[in-house]
């Protein structure tokens, strides 16, 4: 049977107006598609066989905004319902690839430079060869910046090891995969940011760097997923999460800071964490430009739980304070609750401040 394509044409490497032109359907399949904004329903393939799983399929169809984004996937721009990959791949199969999280503020790459050595240095760590130059991936991303005429969002940047047989073997996949999705993200809600958040102590050890060096930030998150899931079991948004010798690492998808005496420490790369451009932007910027040190440090979890202020930083969270940390069984049961403080620390508030007016200014580092 032909297969359908809507973009067929490779995008230029040229101005976005032509992509855009290259990426719209030609002929809409139906006015709701016509119309970009229309959601429809994702069809739930496997016929229901009963009253009740009827109902659960029906709640697990998931809405897609049927056109929007325009996304980059291998070559071509393609809409939101049509972007997509091979089930042979091994990103798919394996979650054998690496990945980027980029924010933009004001139409520019949020330490562009920062996250391109990144994403080279891990595909490099995993052996997979990105088959397209630095400089086409960042025009990659102005790409669909323009298509999507996003100025504020956030990229999600995906190299997968490709398409290849059904065995581990990545020598069988010939050609990595690239894909390049803008749009927008919340981690928290709204109100988490001034007020602070509780989160849990994950029982679930943070994977060891012998095993799977945190510092790549590969497709494989399942380790933090699992991690989070302790966190939803008890209702809370997220998890700090201890090394096998019980050192405070990161969050499921963040970096940790606590506040002592006026002075800013968050744990070593050793400790088993992602080297997070947030946090590498508040050790390094942030903090020495409103007066404070910041220094790397192993971090027990009493030394968290009696900080002055504890925050988490990441490119979706950005800067967000922690108020209470609980811990707890591994039974259901909370076995201790520590207050931090009662909204987010003054610190914390001053930091999260200059780096909204940073992120709202017209002087975004892509550097
Ligand atoms: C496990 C983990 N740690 C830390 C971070 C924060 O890193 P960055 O500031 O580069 O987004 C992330 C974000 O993706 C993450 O997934």
Redesign the pocket.
Same mark, same amino acid.
């Given at each position: 049977m032909k297969t359908k394509t809507i973009a067929r044409k490779p995008v230029r490497t040229g101005k976005g107006s032509s992509a855009v032109r290259a990426a719209r359907p030609a002929k809409p399949a139906s006015r709701a598609q016509a119309n970009g904004k229309a959601k429809i329903q994702a069809r739930v393939v496997a016929k229901p066989v009963s009253k009740a799983a009827k109902v659960a399929a029906r709640s697990a169809a998931v809405p897609i905004d049927a056109d929007l984004p325009i996304i980059y996937v291998n070559g071509q721009m393609l809409p939101k319902s049509k972007a997509m990959i091979s089930v042979y791949d091994h990103g798919l199969l394996y979650g054998d690839g690496v990945f980027?999280?980029i924010r933009v503020y004001q139409g520019k790459i949020f330490k562009c430079k920062?996250?391109m050595d990144?994403l080279y240095h891990c595909a490099d760590q995993i052996r997979l060869k990105i088959p397209v130059t630095r400089e086409r991936m960042v025009q990659i991303q102005r790409e669909c910046i323009e298509a999507n005429k996003l100025n504020d969002g956030y990229i999600r940047l995906v190299v997968t090891r490709g398409f290849g047989t059904l065995g581990l073997d990545p020598r069988r996949c010939p050609t990595a995969g690239v894909i390049c999705i803008l749009d927008q993200i919340r981690l928290f809600p709204k109100e988490a940011y001034e007020a602070g958040m509780r989160v849990i102590v994950a029982r679930r050890p943070k994977t060891p760097i012998a095993c799977l060096d945190?510092r790549i930030?590969s497709l494989n998150?399942l380790n933090?997923i699992l991690a989070k899931c302790e966190a939803i079991d008890f209702g809370c948004d997220e998890v700090i999460m201890l090394n096998l010798d019980g050192e405070v690492t #990161? $969050?499921?998808?963040?970096?940790i800071f606590i506040v002592k005496d006026g002075r800013l420490y968050t744990p070593p790369a050793d400790a088993g964490?992602? #080297? $997070?451009?947030?946090?590498?932007?508040v050790m390094r910027e942030l903090a020495p430009a409103l007066g404070y040190s910041c220094t790397e440090r192993t971090l027990r979890l009493e030394d968290v739980l009696t900080a002055d202020e504890v925050f988490l930083?990441?490119?979706?969270?950005e800067i967000i304070g922690v108020t209470q940390i609980d811990q707890h069984d591994g039974n259901g049961k909370i076995t201790r609750s520590t207050r931090i403080s009662d909204s987010e620390g003054p610190i914390t508030r001053a930091l999260r401040l200059r780096f909204r007016e940073i992120a709202t200014s017209n002087s975004v580092p892509e550097e």
């Open positions: 980027e999280g920062q996250h990144r945190p930030k998150y933090n #990161e $969050g499921s998808g963040d970096n964490i992602l #080297e $997070g451009v947030t946090r590498g932007f930083t990441g490119t979706a969270a």
